[in-house]
Every structure is written in C-alpha cells, then in structure tokens.
C-alpha cells in the first residue's frame, strides 16, 4: 500500500513562485520536445520509487527525480538559460532536493536555442516543503 503522497504538485507550486521572478519566463510541468516562446522552463517528475516500508509493508519513503530543462532564445541565449537553471536550483534545494546531474547545456536540433539540463532527487516521506 502507498502511504507516501507524491509531491509533484507541491513541488511544481513552490518551483513555480520562485521562476515568476523571471520576466517574461513560461513555464511548465510537461516534457516537451522545443517550447514555442522563451525563455521557457520545465520541471517534470522522472520517478518517486519506494525506499523505505515499515513491518506491514507501507510505504514510509520514497525518493520522487526531477528534471528541469532551461530554454533561452537570441542574444545571451547561454548565460539566460543558465540565470534560469540557477533560479531553479534555488528553488529545488530550499525543498531538500540535491543536484544529482548538471547543469549541462544539451545541444539541438535548432542552433539558436540554449537548452540548459539539471536532475533533482532526494528522500522524501511525505512532510511538507
């Protein structure tokens, strides 16, 4: 039986409070192969397997991932995606997340954006952020 909440909305929200102080950013909780309108960011749950179960095999833990992608467009294109990655870092480790992989600048098929990649995870069970 799952007894852990995943917090993927709850996580989206808090996310999302600290990116609107970008001007003109959208955002999203959707994978999405290249955004429309930038710059752009999003952040989407890669997995919450179980960690921990007590005796009766409820699960007490989990450990929910999450990517962010980072878009910029035009002029200083890389050092906008990364203020953007590094806004959303911010964010991530005041909820207890670690970077577990990047910032990587991943390269497209359209040379003129910036796609900025950073992974998050961290042992979650089921407190508030």
């Given at each position: 039986?799952?007894?852990?909440?995943?917090?993927?909305?709850?996580?989206?929200?808090?996310?999302?409070?600290?990116?609107?102080s970008i001007?003109?950013?959208?955002?999203?909780?959707?994978?999405?192969?290249?955004?429309?309108?930038?710059?752009?960011?999003?952040?989407?749950?890669?997995?919450?397997?179980?960690?921990?179960?007590?005796?009766?095999?409820?699960?007490?833990?989990?450990?929910?991932?999450?990517?962010?992608?980072?878009?910029?467009?035009?002029?200083?294109?890389?050092?906008?995606?990364y203020e953007?990655?590094?806004?959303?870092?911010?964010?991530?480790?005041?909820?207890?997340?670690?970077?577990?992989?990047?910032?990587?600048?991943?390269?497209?098929?359209?040379?003129?954006?910036?796609?900025?990649?950073?992974?998050?995870?961290?042992?979650?069970?089921?407190?508030?952020?």
């Open positions: 039986m799952i007894t852990v909440k995943n917090p993927v909305l709850d996580v989206f929200e808090k996310w999302l409070s600290n990116m609107q001007k003109g950013i959208t955002c999203s909780m959707q994978k999405s192969a290249i955004p429309n309108k930038y710059p752009y960011s999003t952040i989407y749950m890669m997995g919450a397997p179980g960690n921990k179960w007590d005796l009766d095999g409820n699960e007490s833990a989990i450990i929910p991932a999450f990517q962010v992608d980072s878009y910029a467009k035009g002029q200083k294109a890389l050092s906008k995606a953007i990655d590094n806004i959303s870092h911010q964010a991530m480790t005041e909820m207890g997340f670690r970077r577990t992989y990047g910032p990587e600048q991943i390269e497209g098929s359209d040379k003129t954006v910036v796609r900025v990649v950073s992974r998050y995870n961290r042992l979650y069970c089921g407190e508030s952020f």
